[in-house]
């Protein structure tokens, strides 16, 4: 029996802020560890499902069901209560965590609505990385939430609709070229997933159209490195690089984006290109909310040691995207310990080794440190291209793509979310794709402030006003 603590009746309260990779495996294990009549365990968490991320692209590129990859997170997490709601900040002296929710359930002092905890997990991610470029938060989208990728499906939709009906004159032609024209910039594994697999969905929708075909889709892909997918090394960035320029696709490297407005961008290398297409996918920054902890941090992610507890604060362990964890399985250069780099690959791992330590600081069982060696990553590019590197060996064209497949439905938790995922590839496979435009998510939510930080937003919900 543990001694009294902040949660219902007394008993010991862990709340997890973060419902996504490292959350969710985090809580699936410590309910197991830890006894419901001694532990509450609270998540907040803005929505109500695990979004797993590495298939946006094909939801965005119209190929999977936005459902089916949100778990939901009520069935699969019995015995965890649930609270919807925007952690905004942490305060470690009084151990409460302060809440953005739009129906304030008022637990602290002068109706602030915070919750007290005895042990606090923080694994809520990562934002997409912003720059202080002119027009970009109010022009740009990202593709890091389902919003995002459900307005980018549509919008795509429309851009070709509206260029088909453009007037055959020479303000309507310069019209239709504006909107047949996408650019995305950066040429991580989002930015080139989803150009090389949005174009490919176009070319199977182009009957849609009477006098637009994909191939008047005009679409450059910038970046300011040297390669493409370059986690994934040389040689399948090499290849990922040559699948897009054969279909067409105008690859910019060295290049990025200086100011970006409603109609146009202007790139680095000196062109204005005229659009109302703009995808930013130029990696992430760790999630703001670990700054109001006020502990060591090391480029944003909060700094842990190998257990994964935050050093300077008893209590409190972080994991994921907003952690820098310490890489045991690096060799020593001389130069202190390599962070392990935000993929969903370690988050869940992480999660789960958090889980028994928690655990193991109420006195079950013993803390373990961190360690797990790269299994390497998978990149989509649409029809039977793909590139990947399992354990460092180099694939690419139809074994790529069946091992990406592989993986994700390996991935995916819950069996349900397999199925269907597995499903829409099968129905991809032998059905023209959906083609209708549900106009579900407004412009305004999809911009990255709302989509990812909640501005703008009640809990990841439209704001009544328009
Ligand atoms: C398009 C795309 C493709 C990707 N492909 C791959 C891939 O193929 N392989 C791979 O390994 N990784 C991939 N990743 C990276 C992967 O998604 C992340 O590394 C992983 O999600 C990190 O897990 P996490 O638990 O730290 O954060 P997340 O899974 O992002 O979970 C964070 C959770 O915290 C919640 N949250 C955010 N702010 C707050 C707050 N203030 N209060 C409370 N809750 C909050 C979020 O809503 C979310 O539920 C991809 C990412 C993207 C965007």
Known sequence: ??????????????????????????????????????????????????????????????TIEPR?????????LPGVRLVLARAVAVDTGRRTVALDRPVAAAEGPEGRDELRWDRLVLVPGSVTRQFPISGLSENAHALK???EAV???????????????CPQTAAGDRERRRLLTVVAVGAGYTGTEYVAQAQLWLRRLEGRWDRTKSDDVRWILADLAPAVLPELGGRLGRYALDVLRRRGVDVRLGTTVSSVGPDSVALTDGTVVETRTVIWGAGVAPNPLVGTV??????????????????????????????AVPDLTARPAGAGPTMLPPTAQHAQRQGRI?????????????PRAYRHRDLGLVADLGG???????????????????????????????ASSRLRVLTDWALGAVLAPQEAQLGL??????????????????????????
């Open 294 to 323: 006020g502990a060591p941090l090391d480029r944003g992610r909060l700094v842990v040691d190998a257990t994964l507890r935050v050093p300077s604060v008893p209590g409190v362990w972080a994991a994921g995207d907003a952690a």
């Open 151 to 165: 307005y980018l499906r549509d919008h795509l939709l429309v851009q070709l609709d509206l260029a088909d009906a």
């Open 354 to 366: 958090l889980a028994r330590n928690v655990a193991a600081s109420y006195g079950k069982g013993r």
């Open 1 to 62: 029996m543990h001694q009294a603590g902040s949660g219902t009746d007394g008993r010991q309260r862990v709340v997890v802020v973060g419902g996504g990779f490292a959350g969710y495996h985090a809580l699936r294990r410590l309910r197991r560890l830890l006894p419901e009549r001694d532990t509450e365990l609270v998540l907040v968490t803005p929505n109500d499902y695990l979004l797993y991320t590495p298939l946006l692209p094909e939801v965005a590129a119209g």
């Open 441 to 466: 998510a407004a412009r305004r939510d999809a911009l990255i402030p709302a989509a990812q930080l909640g501005a703008g937003t009640v809990d990841g919900q439209r704001a009544a006003s328009p």
């Open 68 to 76: 089916h990859i949100a778990i939901a997170l009520r069935p699969a």
């Open 384 to 414: 039977t291209a793909a590139v990947a590197r399992p354990l460092g060996v180099p694939l690419t064209g139809r074994p790529a793509k069946a091992l990406a497949r592989a993986y994700h439905l390996y991935a995916l938790p819950e």
């Open 145 to 147: 939430t389902l919003v």
